[in-house]
């Protein structure tokens, strides 16, 4: 008999009262959620919580960051977690669960490119079993995605970094394939609306996929993002006899060689103590 696992993500707008946080244990309590994946998370512990939920958290040296609350009863191994406070990635059940907060705003675009571009592959590779990307992207992959009021170019507001990534590790956003609106936005402001909160999957794993939709709740002004799941307890690892061979078409994709070519020039700088680079 499959396992189904409630797995939702929500930016919570760094709650500081402890009735708000209460007020939100109570709204992961009504919707029946596993696997709660918070994005502007700022308290690495909370009571209310961990009456029910085993709470891993990775706040940024600005006081922020991103968490994953687990239900008890669930199993849970690999955890990893970048230096900044906007990666977190843990395997669930079998289910490869990466976290993310992108860096927001104008004035962060280059280092926003750089997070999508360079920074989230090491998590999506070499992984066994599915591999859910999820949490809170600051920025839209089609201009549907969006609704500015004000005049400005929705072309401009694609992030094409991101649709690198997606073609890269060929994932495909739950939302849309499940029949979702691209217009069904999921986060609102005095200048318009956006979905930048979303969910992907490796599309060879999209048979794990039940429903998914939005809940709203008065503590954000984003929408929560909820889909279930069928736990990886039905896939196990495949054991093969043959030697591995690398796919040799990875070398050939854009998201890589601009990847490595970045590393070269950094890795340059540094002094080659030995002759040669792989003894080094």
């Not at 930016?11 to 029946?32: D, G, V």
Request: charged letters at 30%.
């Amino acid at each position: 008999m499959d396992s189904k696992i409630k797995i939702a993500t929500i930016n919570i707008n760094k709650l500081k009262s402890e009735e708000k946080r209460r007020r939100l244990f109570k709204f992961c309590q009504i919707n029946k959620l596993d696997v709660i994946c918070f994005q502007e998370m700022n308290f690495k512990s909370c009571h209310y919580f961990e009456t029910e939920y085993l709470l891993i958290t990775n706040i940024g040296s600005n006081g922020s960051g991103v968490g994953i609350a687990i239900k008890k009863e669930l199993k849970y191994d690999q955890i990893l977690k970048d230096g900044e406070g906007r990666i977190l990635k843990c395997e669930i059940e079998g289910i490869n669960l990466i976290n993310i907060y992108a860096p927001s705003g104008r004035e962060k675009r280059e280092e926003r490119n750089n997070f999508f571009s360079r920074k989230i592959s090491p998590y999506l590779s070499n992984t066994t079993g599915p591999t859910i990307l999820l949490g809170d992207f600051n920025s839209v992959e089609h201009q549907d995605d969006v609704n500015i009021k004000k005049h400005r170019r929705k072309s401009k507001i694609v992030n094409k970094q991101i649709k690198e990534l997606i073609k890269a590790f060929k994932l495909r956003d739950i939302w849309v394939s499940k029949g979702g609106g691209r217009k069904e936005h999921t986060f609102f402001y005095p200048k318009g609306s956006s979905r930048i909160d979303r969910i992907y999957i490796e599309q060879k794993h999209e048979q794990i996929i039940g429903a998914i939709n939005y809940q709203a709740t008065e503590l954000s002004d984003h929408l929560a993002v909820v889909v279930t799941t069928t736990c990886n307890k039905i896939y196990p690892i495949k054991k093969h006899n043959n030697i591995w061979k690398m796919n040799s078409k990875i070398l050939t994709e854009p998201i890589f060689v601009k990847a490595f070519e970045e590393w070269w020039v950094e890795i340059n700088r540094f002094k080659i103590e030995k002759n040669k680079i792989r003894d080094w």
